[in-house]
């Protein structure tokens, strides 16, 4: 027998939340964020289901270069631009657009000999403090794109560091509208939380400010989990599991009061109790962290206990007398019997979000594509 945890990607589920996103920002056209190779998803994997978007956005070159051996014609941005000057030559080779965050990509642009001008998305440090020109900077850095000839047309773009939460976004998009009020291009500004939280033109949006938004940045929602759990968990915003993770029980043990589990003893059973061994670890890119873990036995919710090891973690059978050598655990997502567990729950019982437990699906996890 081979070690049975598996992993699958469910197609429809990334197509129905795609569509979500259009739902909740029908005027705008959707970036598919596919970056971190589609959230650890794998974006060969993940392809056929992002037709339905209107342009990819990804990280760097190599991922690019994927998404056009793949067949993908239609628009590609680059979120964090060029890294150095030659890439500026595959942008036009690849016919890829790219974000100018820093006077330095200005002038590797300036330097650049071409005879196809480019597409840039200009973008504003509206107070997340990463990357992009402070407002007060802006206009100057978009007269200089705008006279250059290696340059065709400025987007203008920013992104949210709290549109996830209950603190406001107002001073970002404040800052925003006033810097490129007479600027001419399209806007992209919101992320998968601020299409849900506050691009909606329905009475579930929690704000109502006047977001322009020519392009929106859809990436967490796609994959099915909600951008401000627990607030919203993925079935309030109407988002389906896109990625399952699931193994088997590979044994069990009977513990007597006193009896302790797994490395360092950090569990101690306070009365008799069976416990399950599932193969899964944090080699395969479950969270060491965890504590106390929802987990599905044969579709049944439970726990994990004591400390995650490297290929192995123990759940709690005491509810569970029928489960035993060969049962079903659902790590997170689906179970074959369809009942699910978010991602969102098991990434806080980890210390963590999401976005980390996706990103980290180790390599020597099997993926099926349904
Ligand atoms: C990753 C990223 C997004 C997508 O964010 P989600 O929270 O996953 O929706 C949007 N915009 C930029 C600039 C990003 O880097």
């Not at 973008?123 to 065709?152: C, D, H, I």
């Amino acid at each position: 027998m081979t070690r049975p945890i598996q992993a699958t990607i469910h197609l429809d589920a990334i197509r129905s939340n795609l569509l979500r996103a259009r739902q909740f920002a029908p005027d705008a056209k959707v970036w598919a964020v596919i970056k971190a190779n589609a959230y650890g998803h794998g974006i060969e994997r993940v392809f056929e289901a992002l037709r339905g978007a209107d342009g990819l956005a990804l990280l760097d070159l190599e991922e690019a270069q994927r998404v056009r051996n793949l067949g993908w014609r239609g628009p590609i941005l680059l979120l964090e631009g060029v890294f150095e000057q030659r890439e500026l030559e595959l942008c036009s080779r690849l016919d890829l657009w790219h974000v100018v965050h820093c006077s330095e990509q200005i002038d590797m642009l300036a330097a650049h000999k071409t005879h196809v001008p480019q597409r840039v998305f200009l973008k504003m440090n509206s107070g997340m403090n990463r990357l992009g020109f402070r407002p007060e900077q802006y206009r100057t850095a978009w007269m200089r794109l705008n006279a250059l000839p290696q340059v065709e047309e400025i987007s203008l773009m920013t992104h949210f560091s709290d549109a996830d939460s209950t603190r406001s976004i107002e001073h970002q998009v404040k800052a925003f509208i006033s810097a490129t009020q007479d600027l001419p291009g399209e806007r992209s500004l919101s992320n998968s939380a601020a299409i849900l939280r506050h691009t909606s033109p329905r009475p579930e949006a929690l704000t109502s400010l006047p977001l322009p938004s020519d392009w929106v940045r859809a990436g967490i929602m796609m994959y099915g989990s909600s951008p401000d759990f627990p607030e919203h968990s993925p079935s309030d915003w109407g988002l389906l599991p896109t990625l399952s993770l699931s193994t088997r029980l590979i044994g069990t043990q009977s513990l007597l009061p006193g009896d302790t589990v797994g490395y360092g003893s950090s569990f101690t059973a306070h009365k008799p109790m069976r416990i399950g061994i599932a193969a899964c670890g944090y080699a395969d890119g479950y969270l060491r962290a965890s504590n106390a873990a929802p987990v599905l036995v044969d579709g049944v919710r439970t726990h994990t206990v004591g400390r995650i090891s490297m290929d192995l973690l123990a759940l709690d059978l005491s509810d569970l007398p029928n489960a035993g050598v060969g049962s079903e655990v659902t790590l997170w997502g689906r179970s074959s019997r369809g009942d699910c567990l978010p991602i969102d729950e098991v990434a806080q019982a980890g210390n963590s979000i999401s976005y980390e437990l996706m990103c980290g699906l180790a390599a020597r996890v099997p993926v099926r594509v349904d």
